[in-house]
């Protein structure tokens, strides 16, 4: 089910900057917005701290969050994935896939404002929602929301750009506004800090109404994926073993996993809500599915943001997770939709994928189907990894294996559980898991950085050490901070 008190309709957008959201119920959106608050009158009642939080999410859909911009920064960098689509279009986007995007590049300035704006979003919670009368227990359930999603943000930044200026609070003055870059293990620890602030807070799970909202676990699935960037070995252990007894379990059909009827399931841990609202496109307005969809002369998807044949070649032979990773051009869909045997690209991503029969409409295509943040899969990957750095290869095989048993579905020929206990070996056979278990999902990239492994993957599409670990910081903000903000080495 989707979120109901979370969806979303355009109000108060002069004070949260982008568009926000009132509590509503599902059969409500088929009404036209309404019109906008003023910001004097806000920031006064419980029903405008709901309709703050609300927009927090809502923002989560957004274009600079889930389409051009992080292709081009979390995607497209890696060896999975390259630009797509046909060969003349949008291609700037080759400049991430070739280690030549310069600090001037409009997919960089996307993202840094797309998380800054959301970062924005969150510390208008944080700093109005304490003032308001209200439920006390709704209150500081808000606030640990907005920690989360703020945390969320910088982790995004973070691992992009290294240093970034560090914002915990909405500017009062005009010193407040031009801040310098802040040390990336600062802007780690402030992440942390939200992370555990929100993680105390946050209930394991919700009601109905409220379903796709941040949850304990989703606090601590992403502290576990924080710590693991920082090589906190025995605190992802603790994160995730705590995850893994709050009852989440690996959807047994793993392509299912990713269709819109199997959205928020025993596998989600943090999913990005997207909706179709027939008549209105505001409401459905994530083109997460478009852009990456299936090109093709009858209409629908971009085409961007492809699979490439490194990928399909580091699948073991059997596994059916490579069928459910990638469209190939002329195959027929699970869902029955006959993919052109010609067309600009061989291959699309199928976790993206939405059946042309559930478009969306006069809206974008595909715009109902959610975006899967964090999944219990990738929760048993981590420990895996975390219990092989710490001497446990019991229990780094045990949750390693567990993945693999769900992909090879009961046909005990393919995908052998993992047997080896050298801690090199071991360590080996869970990055290559983590390749095709999480497949154009975003990750790659920063996987191969933080394993140390940039130069030796990445080396033959231009990746060079020292520099290209992280991308550039807009060459617009340092200009408009008359140099307080500086560039990173190399560019």
Known sequence: MKLSNMNHIKSVAAILGVLATFSCSKSFLDVPPQGQQKAEAFWQSEADATKAVNSMYGNLRSWTQVAFAPIAIESLGS?????????????????????????????????????????????????NVPGITMDENLKARYLAEAKFLRAYAYFRLVRAFGDVPLRLHVPVNASEYNIPRTPKE?????????????????????????????TKGAALGLHAKVAMYLKKWDDVLSYTNQVMTMGYQLFPDFEQLFRIPNENNVESIFEIQCTYVPGNCDFSNSQYSQVQGVRASYGGGWGFNVPTQDLVDAFEAGDPRKDATIIFRGETT???????????????????????????????????????????????????????????????????????????????????????????????????????????EFDRFFDLVRQGRGPSVLGSKGFVAGKNEVWPIPQNEIDLSAGVLTQNPGY
């Open 79 to 127: 060896d999975d994935a390259e630009k797509g689509s046909n060969p003349t279009d949008a291609t700037f986007m080759n400049k991430f896939d070739n280690f030549t995007a310069s600090s001037t590049e409009g997919q960089i300035q996307d993202f840094w404002n797309g998380e800054y704006a959301q970062i924005n979003l969150t510390n208008q919670v944080l700093d």
């Open 334 to 440: 699970p869902e029955g939709d006959a993919i052109p045997p010609t067309g600009d690209n061989p291959m699309y991503n199928q976790k993206s994928y939405v059946p042309f029969g559930d478009y969306g409409g006069e809206c974008s295509e595909g715009s109902e189907q959610n975006v899967r943040v964090m999944r219990f899969a990738e929760i048993l990957l981590m420990n895996a990894e975390a219990a092989n750095e710490t001497g446990n290869s019991t229990l780094a095989l045990s949750s390693l294996n567990a993945v693999r048993a769900r992909a090879r579905g009961g046909n005990n020929a393919i995908l052998p559980d993992v047997t080896v206990t050298d801690k090199d070996q071991l360590r080996d056979a869970i990055w290559k898991e983590r390749r095709v278990e999480l497949a154009m």
């Open 186 to 214: 600062q802007v780690w620890a402030a992440i942390e800090q939200d992370l555990t602030d929100a993680a105390s807070v946050l209930p394991q799970s919700y009601g109905a109404n409220d379903v796709g909202r941040a």
